[in-house]
């Protein structure tokens, strides 16, 4: 079964730089996630997007941004990046009529800030 | 948003059973408790849901008392490959998951 796609997997920036994170949800799921998760942190939820309009919001930089497209995929946008920056970042898909909210987690892009 | 307290580490050995406890004392009439698998630099896995007695699936039990202020997850014989965090989540259906701190489960041979 497809899953949650995520790209790129691994990633290494500069301070102050800015990078593109890009998820590609689950066919047909409707609701796109994205997760944060620092080093022997537990994932903090950033943003989701419902029928591609952000639905939700929580601890995001102002300094990051993010969308999806009329293709359900969605960039996490980060600019101005910073050491704390460097984390795992996970995006998440599901179908919000489903029965129970299962949250289909991709890979992950691990991002490293020198 | 419901607080969860779990414990922040367990060990067990293979073959036995493990039950996780998680305490969620202002559980919300439209909250769900919903568990969360995750091994090292790998995505969170969804285990089981339920809102009240008992959900059973092919991984795991969940049992929920009336007053729903807490949940057990059960893994019946566990193996080397159930070492993992397990989160336990509560909320509305839809919403985003806000993730506490997980139970560290170390399973040894």
């Known amino acids: 079964a497809a899953g949650v796609i995520q790209s790129p997997r691994h990633l290494i920036k500069e301070k102050r730089e800015t990078a593109t994170l890009k998820c590609y949800p689950i066919?047909?799921?409707?609701?796109v996630y994205w997760y944060q998760q620092g080093p022997g942190q537990d994932p903090q939820f950033l943003i989701s997007?419902?029928?591609?309009?952000?639905?939700d919001k929580g601890s995001i930089p102002d300094r990051f941004s993010a969308q999806q497209f009329s293709d359900y995929h969605s960039e996490l946008n980060m600019s101005s990046l910073e050491l704390g920056d460097s984390a795992l970042y996970f995006c998440?898909?599901?179908?919000?009529?489903?029965?129970?909210?299962?949250?289909?987690f991709g890979p992950g892009t691990r991002l490293t800030v020198l | 948003l419901a607080k969860t307290t779990q414990p922040i580490s367990m060990d067990s050995y293979e073959g036995q059973e493990v039950n996780i406890t998680c305490s969620h004392n202002?559980?919300?009439?439209?909250?769900?408790i919903t568990w969360y698998q995750q091994f090292p630099s790998q995505g969170p896995r969804f285990i089981i849901q339920?809102?009240?007695t008992k959900v059973t699936n092919e991984v795991a039990s969940l049992f929920i008392p009336a007053d729903r202020k807490s949940s057990t997850l059960s893994l019946p014989r566990v193996s080397l490959s159930d070492t993992a965090v397990y989160y336990c989540?509560?909320?509305?259906?839809?919403?985003?998951?806000?993730f506490g701190t997980g139970t560290r489960l170390q399973v040894f041979p």
């Open positions: 998440a898909s599901s179908l919000l009529a489903g029965e129970a909210n299962e949250q289909f």
């Open positions: 066919p047909r799921h409707d609701t």
């Open positions: 997007f419902y029928e591609k309009m952000q639905s």
């Open positions: 202002n559980i919300a009439t439209n909250d769900y």
């Open positions: 339920g809102y009240k």
């Open positions: 989540l509560v909320g509305i259906n839809t919403d985003k998951l806000i």
